[in-house]
């Protein structure tokens, strides 16, 4: 699947960290969104492990925008959320992964790929600045 809850909650919550631009703590973010805090904590710390966010600890802590809206692409967020490579099938980016190749050549993995690709491109060009506007 290309995008899920994970990827959705971290764009929302990085459009509203990128808003504030001061750091902002998970049970704001969660309160705000409404949705679970201990999911978010999990989705806000793979984002600060793959360098899209900052983390500050104590009573003013929070997480801010490691770089600028207009330097992280829409694809690197839902790659560090999902953790791992997003594709719109299991075999789009790799044809060893297709469910029914029993040592034939699948029919539809060129085009799948060529849709993947087009999707990777797409998302990579895409940025977080592009989103909030």
Not at 11 to 33: F, H, Y
Not at 48 to 64: C, E, Q, Y
Not at 100 to 126: A, M, R, V
Request: one cysteine or more; hydrophobic letters at 40%; proline letters at 3%.
């Amino acid at each position: 699947m290309l995008f899920t809850r994970a990827s959705e909650y971290a764009l929302l919550s990085l459009v509203l960290i990128a808003r504030k631009n001061e750091p902002m703590g998970t049970d704001t973010l969660s309160k705000q969104l409404g949705i679970s805090k201990s999911f978010l904590a999990k989705i806000l710390q793979n984002l600060a492990r793959k360098n899209i966010l900052k983390s500050f600890k104590g009573a003013s802590g929070g997480f801010i925008l490691a770089k600028k809206p207009d330097k992280i692409s829409i694809r690197e967020i839902a790659e560090a959320a999902e953790g791992k490579q997003i594709s719109v099938f299991d075999c789009s980016t790799d044809l060893g992964c297709c469910p029914s190749n029993k040592g034939q050549f699948c029919l539809l993995w060129p085009f799948l790929n060529k849709l993947q690709n087009k999707i990777d491109t797409f998302l990579e060009d895409l940025t977080l600045k592009d989103i909030m506007e």
